[in-house]
């Protein structure tokens, strides 16, 4: 008769719990790779120990393993969702992670080496995004990226990343301090406008 199968809700490893739709840390190719990053989906013991656990994973990718490589907007922590799905024992789990949503990865009080974010999905079969368009910000018309500070211009509240417009990398506006770009000055001869003048006489 074939070993009896039972589907599970958690099993532990290495003294930690891992649960369905947790993320883990999974056994890479080589000693010089990052590990696998993978969400739990399935749990099953196919024998009579807990030994016999595999569980079924979704693979995140990291920019440098989809296709087009890392941009420069990806953040250092950023994985992509995909539907990429395997099988693996449990044994080649070395330990758990927390891949968040990028708001919920921005609001962390603190990021750990364990915490990570996604905010496109991966079809590596297809080499496909989604979303596959994103809004841009800056005169370097960028995706947003969390790891590069940004300051909003008073005036016409478009976003701008400090090093690209002649500040400091790491400026940041104080509370009460006005920034406006240099487009809003231009467009109010040289002043300082409360909001961007409208175009076209609107």
């Given at each position: 008769?074939?070993?009896?199968?039972?589907?599970?809700?958690?099993f532990t490893h290495h003294g930690l719990t891992f649960k369905l739709g947790e993320a883990c840390l999974i056994n890479p190719d080589?000693?010089?790779?990052?590990?696998?990053?993978?969400?739990?989906?399935?749990?099953?013991?196919?024998?009579?120990?807990?030994?016999?656990?595999?569980?079924k994973v979704t693979w995140f990718y990291r920019p440098e393993e989809a296709v087009g490589g890392r941009k420069a907007f990806h953040g250092l922590k950023e994985l992509f969702d995909s539907d990429h799905q395997d099988w693996c024992h449990k044994n080649t789990i070395l330990g758990k992670c927390r891949v968040h949503s990028l708001k919920k990865y921005e609001n962390l009080s603190k990021i750990?080496?364990?915490d990570f974010f996604s905010r496109f999905t991966y079809k590596p079969a297809k080499k496909e995004f989604d979303p596959d368009r994103?809004?841009?910000?800056?005169?370097?018309?960028?995706?947003?990226?969390?790891?590069?500070?940004?300051?909003?211009?008073?005036?016409c509240e478009e976003w701008y990343h400090p090093d690209c417009i002649g500040l400091p990398a790491t400026y940041v506006k104080a509370e009460k301090e006005r920034f406006v770009c240099s487009e809003c000055k231009r467009l109010n001869g040289g002043n300082v406008p409360n909001k961007r003048p409208a175009l076209g006489g609107r």
């Open positions: 008769m074939p070993p009896k199968k039972a589907n599970l809700q958690q080589s000693e010089s790779s990052p590990p696998f990053i993978g969400k739990i989906r399935e749990i099953v013991q196919r024998g009579t120990t807990e030994a016999d656990i595999e569980i750990e080496q364990e994103v809004p841009v910000y800056c005169s370097c018309e960028l995706p947003y990226n969390p790891d590069r500070p940004m300051v909003m211009c008073d005036a």
